[in-house]
């Protein structure tokens, strides 16, 4: 007999939805997905397994799912996980009456987390986001996106970025970072917001050199910066050839997604106030529209992104949690999938293409977000037989177990 091979373990009798090939949600009804170091070896009906396995040696190790249900592991395309603080206080004055304007005039808002993140030390950040980025990870997060924008100055920008990549090497979660500098006018820079856009425009060569920095993002909005300021920013990307996305048309329409799409962003993302244009545009560059159903809902939006054209023009379309202290302190991309079809109606399987293959697309990653021989071992098991069922309950935790890289861990191990 071949000896077993101690790189190969084998996933058993798995209703798979693999969101590879034509088939709706890619269903495999009675799977079977066999793994061989960090990647999928073999995927398919587990009746084919005998003549998959024949030519080669026997896997080490054997699961039988039972008929669980076994999904790409899920990614969180869009967050801001580096930050010290929290805005529960502001929350409460909000809902006794207080406006916006009075909160941060009382030293509230988004500069109150500026002021925490550049006053805790790197240590503390890190703990902060570690335990963030676990809460993600024991609902079956295996990629995440993590933006800066609360630090604001060359120093803590950077220090916010290398944070997010020690949670890549620390932590069990594929990271990719973006640098938004252009997330929020500094108290320094008040009144000189083209000095401050100069400024993040300055430290971005060296971001870049330190290796701190896969994408560039801006946000393009009354209360952030404008296009002809989010313009700057993406020709210093470009000048260094990484990739930008947008935060665009949350609050009002500035032309943000056309301006984005002109320099083939990846993505723009909340989209509320998209127009037609902004759709055309971002279909013509391939943009992925990513929306953020948590922050619509923490801010009682009433304006609908734009689902339905999105949908009609073939816009790939992602969803994500969009975690910050501000506007959307969620933390489960799970929950996100019921909220993508409650409140944006979206159907399931296309909230589910939104945290798997199109989150990937807006990620410019093609190893993950779907199943299928030679791409990352990156999956997740769920207590379900139909991924519709996640999109259907909410408020609970159904990951049962994840595997990242080809290695498996229990996500009951919280801590
Ligand atoms: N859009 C938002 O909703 C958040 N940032 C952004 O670009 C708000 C961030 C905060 O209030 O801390
Ligand atoms: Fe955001």
Redesign the pocket.
């Known amino acids: 007999m071949t000896r077993a091979d101690d790189g190969r373990r084998l996933w058993r009798h798995a209703r798979i939805a693999s969101f590879d090939g034509e088939r709706p949600w890619g269903w495999i009804d009675d799977g079977a997905l066999l793994v061989e170091g960090a990647r999928i070896a073999w995927i398919g009906p587990d009746s084919a397994l005998p003549a998959a396995l024949a030519a080669a040696s026997p896997p080490a190790a054997e699961v039988d799912l039972g008929g669980a249900l076994l999904t790409p592991g899920l990614i969180d395309c869009h967050t801001h996980l580096v930050y010290a603080g929290d805005r529960a206080a502001e929350f409460d004055l909000r809902l006794q009456g207080a406006s916006y304007e009075q909160i941060a005039r009382a030293g509230g808002?988004?500069r109150s987390?500026v002021a925490a993140t550049r006053a805790a030390d790197d240590a503390r950040l890190f703990e902060l986001a570690a335990a963030r980025a676990r809460a993600l990870i024991v609902d079956g997060v295996t990629t995440v996106e993590i933006k800066s924008g609360y630090g604001l100055t060359e120093r803590d920008e950077a220090r916010c970025l290398a944070v997010a990549r020690r949670i890549g090497r620390e932590l069990p979660v594929a990271v990719r970072t973006t640098s938004l500098g252009a997330?929020a006018l500094p108290p320094e820079y008040e009144g000189r917001a083209d000095d401050y856009i100069d400024a993040v425009c300055r430290w971005m060569p060296a971001q870049q050199a330190a290796g701190l920095v896969d994408a560039v993002d801006a946000?393009c909005d009354t209360v952030?910066f404008g296009p002809a300021q989010t313009r700057r920013v993406f020709d210093a990307a470009r000048a260094l050839g990484l990739p930008v996305k947008l935060?665009a048309e949350?609050l009002s329409d500035q032309g943000g997604a056309a301006l984005a799409a002109s320099y083939g962003a990846l993505s723009c993302d909340h989209l509320e106030h998209l127009s037609a244009a902004g759709i055309a545009a971002m279909k013509a560059a391939g943009t992925v529209g990513v929306l953020l159903p948590g922050?619509y809902y923490f801010l009682r939006e009433t304006r609908l992104p734009p689902v339905a054209a999105l949908r009609e023009a073939g816009v790939p379309i992602a969803l994500a949690t969009d975690h910050?202290?501000?506007?959307s302190p969620c933390l489960s991309l799970v929950l996100m999938l019921n909220m993508g079809c409650t409140l944006f109606r979206l159907t399931p399987e296309q909230a589910w293409c939104g945290v798997t293959v199109e989150a990937a697309r807006a990620l410019a990653l093609a190893d993950r977000g779907r199943l299928a021989a030679g791409l990352r071992a990156d999956f997740a098991v769920w207590d379900a037989e139909h991924p519709r069922e996640l999109c259907y309950r909410f408020g609970h935790a159904p990951c049962r177990q994840r595997v990242f890289g080809g290695v498996a861990d229990n996500p009951v191990l919280r801590r």
């Open positions: 808002g988004i987390t997330h946000f952030g935060h949350q922050a910050n202290p501000g506007s």
